[in-house]
């Protein structure tokens, strides 16, 4: 990953990472919420929803408008989906490492490893194919 | 390219990667059992990794760190949680401090890699259960679905859960 795509990842990981703010998630992707609304349906001070609310935005879960005195939020399904952009960074992470595992087993001077311990029952070893 | 299948599996929270080498089951062990080669082949040409600590046994730690472009360094470690060689090993991998300190809130994987003769090379198995609570998993069962309705309804099922 990108040291940017890894600062996302851990602000959305974050992000996620509390009952709360998942359930706040849930309503705003369903549909636009005031955060008054969303503050009424927990039992903890509007400040702190707002906060809530505050952190799903700075990971980019969330959008928020004014109307008049009222702050609306809205799910952005987009940036939920590009979580999955980030699995399929994570396969090619590991894609990676296979092909470098690949072209190491095929580079032709490799640094002598240990030789494996024979079995005292074990034939005796036959190099020729 | 030797990957020949990939699985993500949702229930279990966990992504397969099956690969086939073209060297026996011994040579592919020691790119893990050597931290020389282990290095070579664990960050990608960006960002190449260092092994600091190399002790591939049972309650035995790795630990490396990345070197970005502009000289960034990243840190990680393995707990060596269980060993057959040549054949298997698993560890839990995770993030941690450039003092190795691991990182209690980034996600730490479980991991499995297996290796098995195979015609007349070595089939690999890569398995890695990102479990972390439910930070990574809950993005990941998120990032599998198409649209909000079904986003919903993957949230939903991990609250009732």
């Not at chain 1, 509007?46 to 609306?72: D, N």
């Not at chain 1, 024979?118 to 005796?124: C, F, K, R, S, Y």
């Not at chain 2, 040579?27 to 960006?46: F, H, I, T």
């Amino acid at each position: 990953m990108t040291e940017h795509a890894e600062d996302r990842a851990d602000a959305m990981f974050h992000a996620l990472a509390d009952r709360t703010r998942r359930d706040i998630m849930r309503r705003v992707l369903a549909g636009e919420h005031s955060v008054s609304a969303l503050a009424a349906k927990y039992d903890m001070s509007f400040a702190a929803v707002q906060k809530h609310v505050a952190v799903l935005e700075r990971a980019g879960l969330l959008t928020k408008r004014r109307t008049g005195r009222e702050q609306l939020t809205s799910g952005d399904v987009n940036a939920v989906r590009s979580v999955a952009a980030m699995l399929g960074e994570l396969e090619q992470v590991w894609r990676g490492r296979i092909a470098r595992i690949d072209e190491l087993l095929a580079a032709p001077a490799t640094p002598p490893v240990a030789p494996p311990v024979a079995h005292p029952d074990a034939p005796p070893i036959h190099q020729e194919d | 390219m030797p990957v020949t299948d990939v699985q993500h599996d949702l229930d279990t929270r966990t992504l397969t990667i099956t690969a086939d080498f073209a060297a026996p089951v011994d040579r592919v062990w020691q790119v893990y059992a050597d931290p020389r080669q282990l290095e070579k082949v664990w960050g990608p040409p960006s960002h190449p990794a260092t092994v600091i600590d190399h002790d591939l046994s049972p309650g035995g730690r790795v630990t490396y760190f990345m070197t970005g472009p502009e000289g960034e360094k990243y840190a990680g470690y393995w707990n060596v949680t269980a060993v057959d060689a040549p054949t298997s090993f698993s560890f839990e991998d995770g993030f941690a401090d450039l003092d190795f300190n691991p990182n209690p809130d980034l996600p730490v994987s479980i991991n499995v890699y297996s290796f098995t003769a195979h015609e007349a090379g070595t089939r690999a198995v890569f398995t890695g259960t990102y479990d972390t609570a439910e930070a990574l998993q809950q993005v990941l069962d998120m990032g599998m679905v198409e649209g909000a309705s079904s986003a919903i309804a993957q949230i939903d099922d991990l609250l009732a859960a």
